[in-house]
Nanobody, 123 residues
Framework: QVRLVESGGGLVQAGGSLSLSCVVSGLTFNMYTMGWFRQAPGEKREFVAVITRFGSITNYTDSVKGRFTISRDNAKNTVSLQMNSLKPEDTAVYYC????????????????WGQGTQVTVSS
């Protein structure tokens, strides 16, 4: 059974930082591109960041470039998202996701999803 379990969400003031982690089990982790997505209330789930199987390529949505960093540790089956200089508009439920494909920045490209972790940024 494939499981993706996110952690690290919480409440932070604007300008602060949070680090999200996602531990994956039930699949060969280094065969999967990993992504982070987020969904704010009343909004569609949107792409945040992606990292290829061995971490050689990363990509970010424009609104988080220079503030967020995605990384992975294949020995620990973990993907992380370091979020700095947080803004109120970053408030959302954050999801990690896995795909055996190259990983387009759309939800339909991903096969497996975690349950999400809430990030709230106060102004």
């Amino acid at each position: 059974q494939v499981r993706l379990v996110e952690s690290g969400g919480g409440l932070v003031q604007a300008g602060g930082s949070l680090s999200l982690s996602c531990v994956v089990s039930g699949l060969t982790f280094n065969m999967y591109t990993m992504g982070w997505f987020r969904q704010a209330p009343g909004e569609k789930r949107e792409f945040v960041a992606v990292i290829t199987r061995f971490g050689s390529i990363t990509n970010y949505t424009d609104s988080v470039k220079g503030r967020f960093t995605i990384s992975r540790d294949n020995a620990k089956n973990t993907v992380s998202l370091q979020m700095n200089s947080l803004k109120p508009e970053d408030t959302a439920v954050y999801y990690c996701a896995a795909t055996p494909t190259p990983g387009l920045p759309v939800t339909e490209s991903y096969y497996y999803w975690g349950q999400g972790t809430q990030v709230t940024v106060s102004s």
